[in-house]
């Protein structure tokens, strides 16, 4: 309770400080910062690489990247925000949408992916298209089927809210706002969007056990299954061909940033934490629940494929009962706090 006054406390300052200085616009400094360790949940790996060390993380630039985030003044016709693709009860996937929806109606050709433990992700995007989470926003943002925006607009709009420059002066330092702050910002909140505590990080902290019927769908994941989707990410970042057929908007994965035929329908291989709440599935959406992707292991696959991964080669033959279990296990990944925690939401929470 105490740091939460000592936030509003500090919050309190810069608005006295700031409301002084908003006239004027020479950068003002404000070095006052309070920082935001990074935690590694316990028996996670290090992060692959130290995606903050030329932005350092404080409470004040989250927020800041929180109010980015879900505001639509980042779009063209501020009506479509990052959070309109990545809801936070869906695990910032975006909830019954094969591919995603932007501006003017207009549609994506890929499937929003679920927005949890981001900062572990050497690449970004279903085809890896995008190697740092600080480059990542320009996309979204200037892609016309998505915000339809120009970096310039965007300044523009921002410059004109009070309440941006007091926020870009506490997070940065000075008033100035900019695009790599904007950037920085978004990756800060973003990066912090750590998920790790579902039934299954319980069960290997101590706290619960899995049911008999959880516990043998977990041996049956650690057979077919967890070679790519590896714990306790459940992904082991990798680019693989899961056996998928090209779609109608000739998406070739992977290809298309190598130009390698042995790179063709290779995707990311996607986190599997909370993947209860992130459907539809696949890079496009185009496999509706859960229990479809598992007979889509089971009996799905053209195993004579040539470019098939190895490891899905062999048919994976399970009997409805342990497909069951598969399933099963796979909601004990669910981490309903996280979809639920006040500091990740748009509303902002209540300080009592
Ligand atoms: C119109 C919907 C839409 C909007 C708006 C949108 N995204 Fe996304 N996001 C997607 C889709 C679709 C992908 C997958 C893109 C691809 O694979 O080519 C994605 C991918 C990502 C990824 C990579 C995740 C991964 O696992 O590789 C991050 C991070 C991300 N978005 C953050 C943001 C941020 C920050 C914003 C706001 C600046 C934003 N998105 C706005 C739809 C959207
Ligand atoms: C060879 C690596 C590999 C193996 C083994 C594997 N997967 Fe996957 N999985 C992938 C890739 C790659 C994707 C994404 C493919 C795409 O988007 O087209 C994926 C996607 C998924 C998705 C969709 C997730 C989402 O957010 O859209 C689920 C669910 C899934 N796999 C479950 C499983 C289960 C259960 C098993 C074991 C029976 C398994 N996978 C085995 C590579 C693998």
Sequence with gaps: ???????????????????????????????????????????????????????????????????????????????????????????????????????HNSFTNRNAPALINVAWMPLLHWDGAINHIEMQPLAPITSPNEMGEQLDEILTKLKNDSTYKRMFASAFGDNVISTPKILKALAQFVGNLVSADSKYDKVKRGEQQFTAFEERGY?????????????PLFTNHSLRNNGQVLNKYNDIGYQKI?????????????????????????HDGHINSLSQVIEYYSNGIDTSSLNLDPLLKKKILLTPKQKMELQYFLYTLTDSSFVKNPRFSFLPAVVK
């Design 1 to 103: 309770m105490k740091k939460v006054y000592w936030i509003g406390y500090s919050f309190m300052l810069i608005i006295v400080v700031f409301s002084v200085g908003a006239s004027n616009e020479q950068p003002i400094s404000y070095e006052k910062k309070t920082p935001l360790p990074f935690m590694i949940p316990k028996g996670w790996p290090s992060l692959p690489k130290n995606i903050f060390s030329k932005n350092k993380l404080t409470e004040e630039g989250f927020q800041l990247g929180k109010k980015l985030f879900y505001d639509v003044r980042l779009s063209k016709d501020n009506t479509i925000s990052c959070g309109s693709c990545h809801q936070q009860f869906a695990s910032f996937a975006n909830y019954d949408h094969d591919v995603s929806h932007g501006i």
């Design 219 to 231: 041996v049956i994941f650690k057979t077919y299954c967890n070679g790519c989707h590896t714990e």
């Design 258 to 282: 190598t130009n390698l035929r042995k790179d063709s329908l290779k995707f990311k291989v996607p986190t599997l934490r909370n993947v209860q709440l992130t459907l539809p599935y696949m």
